[in-house]
């Protein structure tokens, strides 16, 4: 990621105008998941949910969730975006609108959504804006992409909740994360998936601030 970092990137998302255009075809990526073997896309299990979130550079991020008791599979791709089937390059450019998400199948029997946006939360700096730590960028902005209005419910009080935390530990900078609709959500390239299980050594930016989130509903993590 490197290389990307060091270039000048704009510091607000581009319009339907100037986003780039994209294509039809998809990248091509793994077809099952390298950690646990089990299918990288595909139909759910039955019962099953789907969480996505960006919070900054999704190799750390995906591994964050792949140790979870009760994720069943993770992938890394594009969300929130202009550009159809972005490239890597082209999100590292600004360009296509798209944050660096991570993909969660989960089983809520064994993990609730709450616990979920509870790790989201407190895994990173939910008030940078346009950047995490030191990796700068529109693809870097804390995100939740709600499916429901019941994923939308419980990510709002969420955010809400983790604003008087840092309030009561005296850290009241404003909550920059967004909570959306789930649109499109493009795999990224097979090399980014599982990045950091095929590269132990590898670049991992993500790290929380130290405050908990008083999560409603969320169970004790492990």
Known sequence: MAFFETLRKPAVLPTPETA????AQPLATAETHFVNG?????????GY???????????G??????????????????SGGL???????????????HAEAVEVVFDPNAVSYADLVRLFFESHDPTQGMRQGNDVG??????????????????????????????????????TTTIEPAGPYYFAEDYHQQYLAKNPGG???LGGIGISCPMPGAGVLS
Not at 20 to 23: F, Q, T
Not at 38 to 46: E, N, T, V
Not at 49 to 59: D, K, P, Q, S, Y
């Open 203 to 205: 670049y991992c930016g």
């Open 138 to 175: 529109t693809q870097y902005r804390s995100v939740i992409f709600a499916h429901d209005e019941a994923q939308r419910a419980v990510a709002e009080a969420a955010r809400e909740a983790y604003s008087q935390a840092l309030i009561k530990a005296g850290r009241p900078a404003a909550i």
């Open 20 to 23: 780039l255009p994209g294509r």
């Open 83 to 97: 550009t159809e089937n972005p490239t890597y390059e082209e999100v590292c450019s600004g360009r296509t609108g």
């Open 38 to 46: 089990r299918p990288l896309k595909g139909p759910l299990p039955a």
């Open 61 to 78: 991020a995906e591994r964050l969730f792949w140790r979870l008791p009760g994720v069943y599979r993770t992938s890394v791709g594009y």
């Open 49 to 59: 949910a789907v969480a996505i979130f960006a919070l900054g550079c999704f190799w």
